[in-house]
């Protein structure tokens, strides 16, 4: 299994033109796939497991910008904090503040972005709007080694184009009110959405960083061998 070129290629230019970011998420791909993609250029990572993460870390350059994307169990923080360079996925008060803990301890500023339940689907995880917009800047102020950048949220899995695109338009409306709030460790100004299959849609609606896998690494095999 090899990477897709062309199509990376593609993506790249096509971003850099709309001044989007891409995260290439390589969950379940292998780190020589990783090191390929790293060869042209791309320094932005995803991954969505705490173990996986903790493991190719290591293995690969430096200057590689780890983006966590996945679920974060609070009694994982601990072992990404050294070394994360975003953590997209956080949910709830409680995981913020695990973070700032961990981040105190180990001497970093880290930042986050809250996650966002959009999809009509019961399965994802976020804030709803009204716990979020409750969130306020005296609370966050008191989490020092946390800067909120931002705001992630992943649209339901349909095939339904319009659906997509409506929920998409809700989290970047939201994200106009939620960037509202700076202060001086807070300063939202990212809107992680879109995924290899509605990154484009995401992007008319307003994105500012899309995480894409498959398209480039091509499709995942979960059975495989790590
Ligand atoms: C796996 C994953 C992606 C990438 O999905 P593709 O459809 O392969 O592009 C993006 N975001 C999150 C949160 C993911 O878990």
Known sequence: MSINIKVYKEIIK???????QLVAVSKTKPVEDIKQLYDLGQRDFGENYVQELVD?????PNDIRWHFIGHLQSNK???IIPFV??????????????????????HREVDCLLQVHIAEEETKFGFDEE?????????????????????MGMASFSEDENKVRTEYKNLKALFDK????????????????GMSGDY???IEE?????????LIFGERNYNMPM
């Not at 709830?92 to 700032?100: G, H, M, Q, Y």
């Not at 307003?206 to 498959?214: A, D, K, N, P």
């Open 14 to 20: 096509e971003l850099k033109e709309k001044n989007v």
């Open 56 to 60: 190719k870390q290591p293995k690969l």
């Open 77 to 79: 923080v601990k072992f």
């Open 85 to 106: 360079h975003l953590i997209h996925g956080v949910d709830s008060l409680k995981l913020l503040k695990e973070i700032n803990k961990q981040a105190t301890k180990h």
């Open 131 to 151: 716990t979020l917009m409750a969130i306020n800047s005296s609370e966050l102020n008191e989490l020092g080694n946390i800067r909120v950048r931002g705001l």
């Open 178 to 193: 939620f960037s509202q709030l700076q202060t001086t460790n807070h300063k939202p100004q990212t809107l992680s959405m």
């Open 200 to 202: 484009k849609i995401a």
């Open 206 to 214: 307003g994105s500012t960083m899309v995480r894409v896998g498959s």
